[in-house]
């Protein structure tokens, strides 16, 4: 599912004007990254799941063409982390 047909999605349920559902999925997504990237705070939707930012430590790496060693900085990765009540509901429990 794109944006695009969330959008009209929840247009169609609501019943609510276009332009009006894309800029409040516009602002989510916007709040979302701008406190992971700015704010380095995790997102917890309840019911829903989590966004997170997962830390990968610095680590020692084999560049296969060179025959070289390389050294990865550290770095941090968003993730996401579905709530356990949907995942007990994808899996039909």
Do not use: W
């Amino acid at each position: 599912m794109t944006k695009a047909e969330i959008i009209n999605e929840i247009t169609d349920m609501t019943g609510l004007q276009r332009k009006d559902v894309s800029a409040v999925v516009e602002s989510f997504m916007l709040t979302v990254k701008k406190s992971m990237l700015e704010k380095k705070e995790n997102v917890y939707l309840r019911g829903f799941g989590s966004f997170i930012i997962k830390h990968r430590a610095p680590k020692t790496a084999r560049d296969i063409g060179k025959c070289t060693t390389i050294t990865i900085a550290a770095h941090d990765l968003p993730s996401f982390k579905p709530a356990k009540a949907f995942v007990d509901e994808m899996k039909g429990e």
